[in-house]
């Protein structure tokens, strides 16, 4: 659940003590987040300090101060990151919906604020980037989803070699995105780097429809886009216009050719009710 903070600036000189020879970590001189408590008086304890950083991280992971935020905790209350650490295992071995994907973003980018160059840590940021954002609740923002993503696997290739998992997964960004000469020479390294088998031969079987010109004429992600207002206007009962899109996007078939969700026809299947066509 969100909690509400206040911040509390260290006095110059400022510390605190940690490990069984108490060893003294200096805090700068800058506003740390702790929850708001009507009836504390006077500066926060220790514990209420770290406890603090930690929520206000997790809740706000791209705030101003992140990477003091998270230097503070790698220094002065490693003890959290242990348990940031385990819980994003933990979720990764869960069957979780799209707001503990979102969780687990977020958990993941303070680990990134303390080893930016992580080139795996990169590439899993950027997979579930893409998970999330092909998640049927989250089509309305799938565009920004893809495009983080995006920026994760470019990153990713730019700090280590490039390995042919995120090649892969930053040219089907790419594709999705309608950027099919970047994802062609991306799949061309793939393929490249592949032994002979299926997969190979998969490779190769898109990147001959993007040079023969089979490909849709723009981007899919937009038809994904499309999937996503349509469930919001399902939900604020504008059933008719709804139905318009899907029955639309039905009829151009790009997006189900390449995403054959059920979900779609389920929700096709639910605006029609409502507007009577049995």
Not at 68 to 75: E, F, K, T
Not at 216 to 236: H, I, K, N, T, W
Request: one cysteine or more; a negative charge.
């Amino acid at each position: 659940d969100p909690v509400s903070f206040e911040f509390y600036t260290p006095e110059e000189g400022s510390s605190v003590k940690i490990g069984p020879q108490q060893r003294e970590v200096p805090l700068p001189r800058i506003p740390l987040p702790v929850a708001r408590d009507e009836e504390r008086e006077g500066p926060p304890s220790e514990d209420i300090l770290g406890q603090g950083i930690y929520d206000y991280l997790r809740q706000f992971p791209d705030c101003a101060l992140n990477e003091q935020y998270a230097l503070i905790l790698r220094d002065a209350f490693p003890h959290y990151l242990s348990d940031l650490a385990s819980q994003i295992v933990m979720l990764d071995y869960k069957e979780v919906d799209a707001p503990y994907i979102r969780r687990q973003i977020s958990y993941m980018k303070i680990l990134l604020l303390l080893d930016p160059d992580n080139a795996g840590l990169l590439h899993q940021l950027g997979t579930a980037c893409m998970e999330v954002g092909l998640s049927f609740s989250q089509l309305d923002n799938v565009r920004n989803d893809f495009l983080k993503a995006l920026g994760y696997f470019q990153r990713a290739i730019k700090v280590a070699v490039p390995d042919t998992a995120t090649l892969n997964c930053l040219a089907q960004i790419n594709y999705w995105l309608g950027d099919y000469p970047s994802c062609s020479r991306l799949w061309q390294q793939v393929h490249d780097n592949l032994d002979e088998g299926l997969v190979k031969d998969i490779i190769r079987e898109k990147i001959e429809r993007i040079e023969t010109g089979s490909v849709p004429d723009y981007p899919l992600v937009d038809d994904l886009e499309a999937v996503g207002q349509a469930l919001v206007l399902y939900g604020s009962k504008d059933y008719s216009q709804a139905l318009q899109i899907m029955e639309t996007l039905e009829e151009q078939g790009h997006l189900l050719e390449e995403f054959p969700m059920p979900e779609f026809h389920y929700l096709l299947g639910l605006c029609r009710e409502k507007v009577g066509d049995i």
